[in-house]
Structures are given as C-alpha cells and as structure tokens.
C-alpha cells in the first residue's frame, strides 16, 4: 500500500509468508504469479500505464522492505498504483469498471508497444472515477454489485471489446 515492490522467489515467500517485512502500517495490496519474461503493466490513479520488466527487479528476500516505486518509475508526487498484471504475450481483456455504471472492455493487446517505452499516459479514460480493472484470459460470467446492493451478473461476451483504451465503455 505504501508504494513498495518485492520480486520474492516462490520457495522463499512459501517459506516465509508469515515473516514477509513491511513498514508499520503498511499492508499487501497486490500478489502476482510471473515469470522473468513476464512484463509488470502498473495502472495509475492519474491514468497511466507504467511498463516494468520482472527481470530489472531484483530478487530479494521476505525479510526486505523492496524497491520504493515512486522512485524507481518516477511517478508524480500524488500519483499512486492502483492495479498491476502480469503478462508476455499480451491476449485477454482488461475490464475497466467506473463509477458512472459503465465497463469498457480493452484488448490487451492495445497496451503492447514495439518500442522499449515505460509508460503509456491516458491509458484508460477519465470521464468517469475508475473503480477496479479485472483481467480476463476469455469472456466468461461477471458480478457487479451496486452501492445500494444490488446485484448484476452479465457474459463478458455482451460486452464489445474496444482496441481504444480511453473507450468509456
């Protein structure tokens, strides 16, 4: 929560998953199965997309505190991460869900760049407050709940994926 990266091996974090070190109020947000081929795509509250290799990151132990990622991806001063996928081949969706109701459904292809860059701006669109990104490999059954309890269930099939990553959905 505090902005903090760790590359652990998974023998490691198994060994130690009680013994990880964080900072006094600090807590996991995220936890990621990857790869060292595997590119790190970290989303902004600022609407950017922020690219990582996992091999740049070193390897550490539980025990660590990590690499501080406003430092290492230069972010602004107020800019914080709000979700991070892993990938190497690019396929999926990304669902973007907002909090005028709608979802826009992006390939996950459109954030695939040929060229070495590390951060894509309006990566996502802004008319609306984001509330979460959700990856999904195939469409498949999604819940949305309201805020006032309700619940919807839809196929992700009814949804038109969008090359566009600044569709409003």
Do not use: W
Request: proline residues 1%; contains cysteine; aromatic residues 12%.
């Amino acid at each position: 929560h505090d902005g903090y990266i760790k590359r652990v091996s998974q023998r490691s974090y198994a060994a130690s998953e009680d013994e990880t070190y964080l900072k006094d109020g600090d807590y996991i947000t995220q936890h990621l199965n990857a790869t060292n081929k595997d590119k790190l795509l970290l989303f902004t509250d600022k609407a950017n997309c922020y690219y990582l290799n996992v091999y740049d990151l070193q390897t550490c132990q539980p025990s660590t505190l990590g690499t501080f990622l406003p430092t290492l991806l230069n972010l602004e001063k107020d800019e914080c991460i709000v979700k991070t996928f892993a990938t190497n081949d690019f396929t999926g969706y990304l669902l973007f869900a907002y909090k005028n109701g709608k979802v826009a459904k992006i390939n996950m292809d459109s954030y695939k760049t040929k060229y070495n860059r590390t951060k894509i701006i309006n990566a996502y669109n802004t008319d609306s407050t984001l509330l979460n990104i959700h990856y999904i490999n195939d469409d498949t059954y999604f819940t949305c709940v309201s805020s006032i309890d309700k619940v919807l269930v839809f196929d992700t099939s009814l949804i038109n994926s969008k090359s566009s990553k600044t569709s409003n959905g």
